[in-house]
């Protein structure tokens, strides 16, 4: 079974910097792209940031420039570095992995992680 372990949210000011880590464990599992979603109360779940597991990044058009995903393979984790951030980036973040075992291939999604930016 693969489990997704999210860390690192909290509550800043505007203009701060949060980093968000999300552990990826399951015995005999590789793990593919790896990314960051966010989803408010009400709202449908969006896109921030993926990378695949060559490097390979995409990025939300409201994030470009502020946020970076990075990723290390021999840990399995993804992070998320959040830079200059606006009142309007809080909500909860989900991480998201897709894990594969031989020919198939699973979706996995973390438990979130509370982002709160002050003004």
């Known amino acids: 079974q693969v489990q997704l372990v999210e860390s690192g949210g909290g509550l800043v000011q505007a203009g701060g910097s949060l980093t968000l880590s999300c552990a990826a464990s399951g015995g005999g599992f590789s793990f593919n792209t790896m990314g960051w979603y966010r989803q408010t109360a009400g709202m449908q779940r969006e896109l921030v940031a993926t990378i695949t597991s060559g490097g390979r990044t995409n990025y939300a058009d409201r994030v470009k420039g502020r946020f970076t995903i990075s990723r290390d393979n021999a840990k399995n984790t993804v992070y998320l570095l959040m830079n200059s951030l606006k009142p309007e980036d809080t909500t909860v973040y989900f991480c998201?992995?897709?894990?594969?075992?031989?020919?198939?291939?699973?979706?996995?999604w973390g438990q979130g992680a509370q982002v709160t930016v002050s003004s």
């Open positions: 998201n992995a897709e894990a594969q075992r031989g020919p198939y291939r699973y979706l996995y």
